[in-house]
């Protein structure tokens, strides 16, 4: 069964960071490259950054150079660092393989304001 948890949303000023955590199953993780999306009420969920399993990495325009994704394998976990943070940024966070897979995690909700 796929199990995703993520976690480290909050809500955080213009300019400010957040760290997301997502501990993934063994069987997502190991033999995939991973994903993190967003979605938002007014938004389809898209595509935010992506990592192999070898460690090459990709983000969609928006986040370049402000969000950096990295991933344990030793401990089935993804992350994604997040710097600059802008009122656009505002969204629920999800993990999952990249293509993603049919089973999602709950999300981690990510509100930048003043």
């Known amino acids: 069964q796929v199990q995703l948890v993520e976690s480290g949303g909050g809500l955080v000023q213009p300019g400010g960071s957040l760290r997301l955590s997502c501990a993934a199953s063994?069987?997502?993780?190991?033999?995939?490259?991973m994903g993190w999306y967003r979605q938002t009420p007014r938004k389809q969920r898209e595509l935010v950054a992506f990592i192999f399993t070898g460690g090459r990495t990709d983000y969609a325009d928006s986040v370049k150079g402000r969000f950096t994704i990295s991933r344990d394998n030793a401990k089935n976990t993804v992350y994604l660092q997040m710097n600059s943070l802008k009122p656009e940024d505002t969204a629920v966070y999800y993990c999952?393989?990249?293509?993603?897979?049919?089973?999602w995690g709950q999300g981690t909700q990510v509100t930048v304001s003043s």
């Open positions: 999952n393989a990249y293509p993603a897979g049919q089973s």
């Open positions: 063994g069987s997502i993780f190991s033999r995939n490259a």
